[in-house]
């Protein structure tokens, strides 16, 4: 049974106090110490909306009122869909989606520890995998295709993207050119450009860079993004005790105003521009300020954004689920799973990096999508909750087994059986006898088992005719 789309929101970090604290310092930030924007297209938006802009500093700074004004502009729910209905998700309020994430540059191959470089044939067999995972409900584009020159990167791995999965697909992108490209290319698979928008396949990622950077790169491609109307989120990465206070709501502030620096920026551009408010935050290893992805204050900084976002109504791009780990073992388990079912709990929309990712996000692993699979699908089912009602009670049926009965026989087990308890597809629940006959395989092999009978069912592809238009009018793919 596919758990998606849940509300969570019963994990709650901030008190409402401490959330309009936070709200309040962001807007000061914002007002009294401004921000730094490189791109002269971003500069001069913000000037024209109404922003005191210093030129020669790259400095803008806004009052709180026309901050409020463009936060409204933005929607508060956002539909990203994929090749199949089946796959589209409803982004806002508090709705649990979460999926896989990452620019790894490796792939990590457990039966012989050891990492390789990832090349386009990885990218294609794990956009093929997750296709096939139903707790990863949505394809985030997870690794850099190293045998690639960079003008060729953006329209090879969305068209990997689209042409191997029936789930939405989201990725960065790194030349305006190549953005430019994928949504022609999305354009094509749409149908038009109006089909596009009104069922977005595809959705882009334009970071913030922490503290209240927007740097000329993710600035030019942040509006040329908002201009073409595609959903997009703005993501900040601020890090305790570096590029942010070492207090977790030190940290807090800075990720608010600069994921909302994004958002400001493209209803300024397009106002009513599909944007998410999104969040990396994390901690660093105090000893060597080294970053760190699979800390417990990681899921706390993305639990508390879930909050922040659900305070104006946006909807929010969270990090969880990634470790770092070397290998697949006890840690990966833990951190990825402690990390996950915090964001869940607390209402993150789109939990991005949920599945397949360790070693810092330096590294992916097929198995650790299978492993990562069973994670989510218990965290969704933690996420659902406990259901109370005259059915769920069963004081009839207590009543009629009594003192000293039981209820394997009866109707009512066999009808919520599927539905009340998660049933785990990698998880062995044997005894130790009955594990060692099958060969007494670790959680790493039975996952690799997984991953190799995947692979070998027939994979999606696009429809032929549109296939053809696209490698006959976009250039660069290598198929």
């Avoid at 069973?374 to 009602?389: H, P, S």
């Avoid at 539905?419 to 092999?445: A, I, V």
Wanted: aromatic letters at 6%; proline letters at 4%; charged letters at 20%.
């Amino acid at each position: 049974m596919t758990r998606k789309g849940l509300d969570g929101g019963s994990f709650k970090i901030l008190t409402e106090d401490s959330i309009l604290k936070v709200h309040q310092t962001a807007m000061q930030v914002i007002e009294e110490v401004g921000f730094e924007v490189q791109s002269d297209m971003a500069l001069e938006l913000f000037e024209g909306a109404g922003a005191r802009v210093d030129w020669e500093k790259h400095l803008v700074w806004l009052n709180e009122d026309r901050v409020q004004e463009l936060i409204e502009a933005a929607p508060s729910e956002i539909k990203l869909c994929g090749q199949d209905e089946a796959h589209d998700i409803i982004l806002g309020g508090r709705r649990v989606y979460a999926g896989t994430g990452g620019t790894a540059l490796y792939v990590y191959q457990p039966d012989v520890n050891q990492k390789r470089l990832a090349s386009m044939e990885d990218l294609q067999c794990i956009t093929r995998l997750v296709d096939k995972l139903d707790n990863i409900h949505f394809f985030l584009l997870p690794t850099y295709p190293n045998e690639l020159p960079l003008e060729q990167v953006d329209v090879n791995r969305f068209f990997t993207g689209l042409d191997n999965t029936t789930k939405h697909v989201m990725g960065g992108v790194y030349t305006l050119a190549g953005a430019e490209q994928v949504i022609r290319m999305a354009q094509i698979v749409a149908g038009s450009a109006e089909n596009l928008r009104q069922h977005p396949l595809i959705s882009m990622i334009a970071c913030i860079i922490s503290p209240l950077r927007i740097d000329k790169t993710y600035g030019d491609l942040l509006v040329t993004i908002a201009r073409n109307g595609i959903p997009v989120a703005c993501p900040a990465e601020p890090l305790c005790g570096a590029t942010a206070p070492v207090t977790l709501a030190g940290t807090l502030v800075v990720q608010t105003v600069d994921s909302l620096l994004g958002v400001i920026l493209t209803q300024i551009v397009n106002p009513g521009t599909p944007v998410l408010f999104g969040s990396v935050a994390t901690n660093t290893d105090l000893r060597d300020l080294k970053y760190l992805a699979g800390s417990v204050e990681m899921g706390l900084l993305n639990a508390a954004g879930a909050q922040m976002a659900q305070f104006y109504q946006l909807p929010f791009y969270a990090t969880g689920g990634m470790t770092d780990s070397k290998t697949i073992d006890a840690q990966s388990g833990y951190e990825s799973a402690l990390t996950n079912l915090l964001c869940a709990l607390s209402g993150a929309n789109f939990i991005h990096d949920a599945a397949g990712l360790m070693e810092f996000a330096m590294t992916v692993s097929y198995e650790k999508y299978v492993i990562d699979n069973e994670i989510l699908g218990m965290v969704m089912r933690a996420v659902e909750g406990i259901k109370v009602d005259d059915d769920t009670l069963a004081f009839d049926l207590i009543k009629q087994v009594g003192p000293g009965g039981n209820f394997v026989a009866a109707r009512h087990t066999r009808h919520f059986m599927r539905s009340e308890h998660y049933q785990p597809s990698l998880s062995d629940r044997n005894s130790q006898e009955e594990w060692l006959s099958k060969g007494g395989k670790e959680t790493w092999e039975r996952a690799s088992v997984i991953v190799k009978e995947l692979l070998a069912k027939p994979k999606y592809s696009l429809p032929t005719p549109i296939r053809q238009r696209v490698l006959s009018q976009i250039k660069g793919i290598i198929t």
